[in-house]
T-cell receptor, first 115, second 113 residues
Framework: AQSVAQPEDQVNVAEGNPLTVKCTYS??????LFWYVQYPNRGLQFLLK??????LVKGSYGFEAEFNKSQTSFHLKKPSALVSDSALYFC?????????????FGTGTRLKVLA | DAMVIQNPRYQVTQFGKPVTLSCSQT?????MYWYQQKSSQAPKLLFH???????NEADTPDNFQSRRPNTSFCFLDIRSPGLGDTAMYLC????????????FGPGTRLTVT
């Protein structure tokens, strides 16, 4: 079965410091991996994806993620956090193996950037 | 410019009183989704359309129905809302093909009293 784990409910980081939000996955076949961000009372916004190619993926708002096949991880990173990055972050995998292509979301990680 | 629009943004309804949530998209995407999201939990897929083909999740209650009269519009009907249906309802659109990205609307926050 396909699954995604976000081991941290909340991550606190000081403004200007690098941030990492962790995600690990378990899939059959090649992983289709995504990060979405959700601001309060808003829908989800696409940040970046890994389908194939370079392991380091660059996305919106200065975020990037590194696909690590051996560790089955897809951690989200940013070199210098902003207070405006404070939001709820979801890692997701597309269920390609079943043919449904549904998203399987992690439980979310709340990022709090402190001024 | 808004690409996926949901109305209303906030809806209060009484226990058992039918309610309809609407979603429209200006993207002309083939696939549309409805998700339920409770208090900062992960979104839970209710159903989706590929064009007119309707796909219901196995655990979606019968109380939840959907209509897609054309490419642009999709509706979520809750026939007899219960208190447990209080949640954010998210609509999303996705183009057919290999983009795999979903474009979400801002959501409708439904409160059942």
């Amino acid at each position: 079965a396909q699954s995604v784990a976000q081991p941290e409910d909340q991550v606190n980081v000081a403004e200007g410091n690098p941030l990492t939000v962790k995600c690990t996955y378990s899939v059959s076949g090649n992983p289709y991996l995504f990060w979405y961000v959700q601001y309060p009372n808003r829908g989800l916004q696409f940040l970046l994806k890994y389908i194939t190619g370079d392991n380091l993926v660059k996305g919106s708002y200065g975020f990037e993620a590194e696909f690590n096949k051996s560790q089955t991880s897809f951690h989200l990173k940013k070199p210098s956090a902003l207070v405006s990055d404070s939001a709820l972050y979801f890692c997701a995998v597309r269920d390609v193996a079943s043919g449904t292509y549904k998203y399987i979301f992690g439980t979310g990680t709340r990022l709090k950037v402190l001024a | 410019d808004a690409m996926v629009i949901q109305n209303p943004r906030y809806q209060v309804t009484q226990f058992g009183k039918p309610v309809t949530l609407s979603c429209s998209q200006t993207l002309n995407h083939n696939v549309m989704y409805w998700y339920q999201q409770k208090s900062s939990q992960a979104p839970k897929l209710l159903f989706h359309y590929y064009d007119k083909d309707f796909n219901n999740e196995a655990d979606t209650p019968d109380n939840f129905q959907s209509r897609r009269p054309n490419t642009s519009f999709c509706f979520l009907d809750i026939r007899s809302p219960g208190l447990g249906d209080t949640a954010m309802y998210l609509c999303a659109a996705e183009p057919a093909g290999t983009s795999y990205e979903q474009y979400f609307g801002p959501g409708t926050r439904l409160t059942v009293t």
